[in-house]
Antibody, heavy 120, light 107 residues
Framework: EVLLVESGGRLVQPGGSLRLSCAAS????????FHWVRQVPGKGLVWVSH????????NYAENVRGRFTISRDNDKNTVFLQINSLRAEDTGVYYC?????????????WGQGTLVTVSS | SLELTQPPSVSVSPGQTARITCSGD??????AYWCQQRPGQAPVMVIY???ERPSGIPERFSGSSSGTIVALTISGVQAEDEADYYC??????????FGGGTKLAVL
C-alpha cells in the first residue's frame, strides 16, 4: 500500500523556521517526483514546491522562493520542506503529493497533510 | 498567463449531469487535470491529460478540452460526488498551478 505521511507541522511565531517531512512507503521511492501543496483551512489548494527523482531539479512558487527549500533523501524514502522566515500567510495544511512521470504525468497519491500555524 | 479560472459553485440534483469549467491560456498548450477533494479529506485526481481517467475513478467522470477552456463532466451525479473540484495544469519543469476550486453541491 502506498503511504505518504507528513509530519513537522506546529504553531510557530512569525520569523521562525520549520522542517516538514513526508515519509513514503509501499513503492520504489526514487522513481517519483514529489510536491508540496498548501491549503488554508476553508480555502483552495496552492502548489508550493516540486522536486525531481534524484533531487537535482527543484521548483518553487513565486511567493516562497528564497524562503522554502525542498529536498529528499532517497535512502530514507523521505521528502523535506525547510521553511524559513515564516509569515502569517504561510499558515495552512501542507500536503505531500507523489507525481508519476512515465508514461504519463499525474499526481496519483497524496498524504493527509500537516498543519502549520504561524502566529504570535 | 498561469491563472486558471473556475466558477465558485455548481449545484445539481442527484442523477443529473454536472459540468464544471475552467479557463486559462495555458490550456492552449498544456494538458488539464482535475482533482476532487471531499470535506476533511486529501485530494484525489479524477482526470489527467484532459480526458484520461485514473484507475478506480468511476466512468461517470469525464473531461473535455476546447482551446483555452476545459471541463469536468460528472454524469448521473451521486451524493458522494459532493466535493470541491480543482482544475490544474503543469509545465515541463514540474511546476503546477491550481484553479480556485468549484464547490459541487448535490441538492
Amino acid at each position: 500500500e502506498v503511504l505518504l505521511v507528513e509530519s513537522g507541522g506546529r504553531l510557530v511565531q512569525p520569523g521562525g523556521s520549520l522542517r516538514l517531512s513526508c515519509a513514503a512507503s509501499g513503492f520504489t521511492f526514487r522513481g517519483y517526483w514529489f510536491h508540496w501543496v498548501r491549503q488554508v483551512p476553508g480555502k483552495g489548494l496552492v502548489w508550493v514546491s516540486h522536486i525531481n527523482s534524484d533531487g537535482s531539479e527543484t521548483n518553487y512558487a513565486e511567493n516562497v522562493r528564497g524562503r522554502f527549500t525542498i529536498s529528499r533523501d532517497n535512502d530514507k524514502n523521505t521528502v523535506f520542506l525547510q521553511i524559513n522566515s515564516l509569515r502569517a500567510e504561510d499558515t495552512g495544511v501542507y500536503y505531500c503529493a507523489r507525481e508519476v512521470v512515465f508514461p504519463d504525468r499525474m499526481i496519483d497519491y497524496w498524504g493527509q497533510g500537516t498543519l502549520v500555524t504561524v502566529s504570535s | 498567463s498561469l491563472e486558471l479560472t473556475q466558477p465558485p459553485s455548481v449545484s445539481v440534483s442527484p442523477g443529473q449531469t454536472a459540468r464544471i469549467t475552467c479557463s486559462g491560456d495555458v490550456f492552449a498548450k498544456r494538458y488539464a487535470y482535475w482533482c476532487q477533494q471531499r470535506p476533511g479529506q486529501a485530494p484525489v485526481m479524477v482526470i489527467y491529460k484532459d480526458i484520461e481517467r485514473p484507475s478506480g475513478i468511476p466512468e461517470r467522470f469525464s473531461g473535455s478540452s476546447s482551446g483555452t477552456i476545459v471541463a469536468l463532466t460528472i454524469s448521473g451525479v451521486q451524493a458522494e460526488d459532493e466535493a470541491d473540484y480543482y482544475c490544474l495544469s503543469t509545465d515541463s519543469r514540474g511546476t503546477w498551478v491550481f484553479g480556485g476550486g468549484t464547490k459541487l453541491a448535490v441538492l
